[in-house]
């Protein structure tokens, strides 16, 4: 599986929210996004239509909007 690293983190944070990150919480978020994501195929496997994994587009967008709205 591929692990997401801190600088993609980083990177992924300011594009999308021009937000920066430190070095030490884009590890942990890093670290936080993977076993996420290792959890989320666990719960796919159960067919629950009404739960979306944690980084879905819908889940992304709405948060955008929630944190575009702060300013």
């Given at each position: ?59 992304l967008i709405s948060e955008a909007t929630r944190i575009a709205g702060r300013k």
């Amino acid at each position: 599986m591929a692990r997401l690293t801190p600088d993609t983190v980083k990177a992924l944070a300011r594009e999308l929210y021009e937000y920066d990150f430190s070095d030490e919480a884009a590890a942990a978020v890093a670290h936080m996004i993977g076993a996420m994501a290792s959890y989320t195929r666990r719960l796919e496997t159960l067919d629950l239509p009404g739960l979306q994994p944690p980084f879905g587009y819908p889940t992304l967008i709405s948060e955008a909007t929630r944190i575009a709205g702060r300013k």
